[in-house]
């Protein structure tokens, strides 16, 4: 899949065939991130103190489910309630608990954001 390059040290070269398993990786990345793209926007418009456990992970799926008709996400894979829940524990556990934290709300918008506009498939 990868093969070094001919005259420049430390450098390589992906063969075709590393390639196509590489669009493969680049669709689950993407799928993953969606997921987290929809547990951020239900961050961004819901306060602090919205609901814990179950019921914050329902509404989390009504809005994946919604954002997926709406085209907003591609893959139906990234309605999944397990990548939620991690979704959420990862952003509570990085200060992000609800719309009134503005300033981690656009740190993690601008860097999902990029990362999915990289990865335009």
Do not use: Q
Not at 47 to 71: E, Q
Request: hydrophobic fraction near 40%.
């Amino acid at each position: 899949m990868l093969v070094p390059h001919p005259s420049l040290p430390d450098t390589f070269n992906v063969t075709s065939a590393g390639f196509r398993k590489l669009k493969l990786f680049a669709v689950f990345l993407k799928t993953f991130l969606e997921s987290y793209w929809v547990v951020l926007c239900y961050f961004r418009s819901t306060s602090r103190d919205a609901g814990d456990g179950k019921d914050r992970i329902r509404k989390i799926a009504s809005l994946g489910r919604r954002m997926f008709k709406s085209k907003e996400i591609e893959h139906r894979e990234a309605l999944s309630k397990v990548t939620y829940e991690n979704a959420v524990d990862f952003f509570t556990s990085r200060g992000l608990k609800g719309a009134e934290d503005r300033e981690a709300v656009e740190t993690f918008t601008a860097a999902i954001g990029r990362a999915l506009r990289c990865l335009k498939l």
